[in-house]
């Protein structure tokens, strides 16, 4: 687990370029309750993750942004190599979170984060029935989840002593959490 001051210090670093400050201004302005920029150092990523896709969710296999067409664990590590940055937006409806990842990840490309590639939360709702034995029709606004690809969610958002529980009533506060990785 990180210490507040590992937290702070890499949030502070969204100051250090201003286009880092014109992608929190854009989140919190779609909707977004928090943003923060973080090194994917930080981003917990685990082979158990994918299993509750697998043995959990009935979307499994039934949507190409789910396991197993997502990138696997072992890939999603490697991936994560290849970026120096990353903005983690916290919102409460993953249906909202999909989109705004998605507007984030057009401006930061439009700024010059020409590798900028979002992460949603939740199987996606874009389409009434995916076709999952064919090619995706919505490529530009489809992105597979965090946990589709073995991040642990719950771990890297409590590594940056953010807030996120297991739902124990429908009632719950839902805290929903969002990636796009930078560079």
Known sequence: MHSNTTFTA?????????????????????????????????????????????????????????????????????????????????????????????KIEEKAFSLGFYKAFGLGAGPCQLCEQCDAVSTCIRTEEARPSMEACGIDVYQTVRNLNLKIETLTSKTDEVNIYGLVLLE
Not at 16 to 30: F, G, P, Q
Not at 42 to 61: D, F, H, M, T
Not at 70 to 89: C, F, G, Q, R, T
Request: net charge positive; proline share 4%; glycine share 4%.
């Open 10 to 102: 890499i949030a502070h670093r969204q100051h250090s370029d201003e286009r880092h400050n014109v992608l929190i201004k854009e989140a919190l302005s779609l909707g977004c309750e928090q943003a923060f920029f973080i090194h994917p150092e930080v981003i917990s990523i685990a082979r158990w993750v994918q299993l509750k896709c697998k043995y959990g969710c009935s979307e499994y296999n039934k949507k190409l942004t789910c396991p197993p067409h997502s990138p696997a664990y072992d890939e999603m590590k490697e991936i994560l190599k290849e970026y120096s940055n990353a903005l983690l937006l916290h919102g409460h409806l993953s249906w909202q979170m999909r989109y705004m990842i998605t």
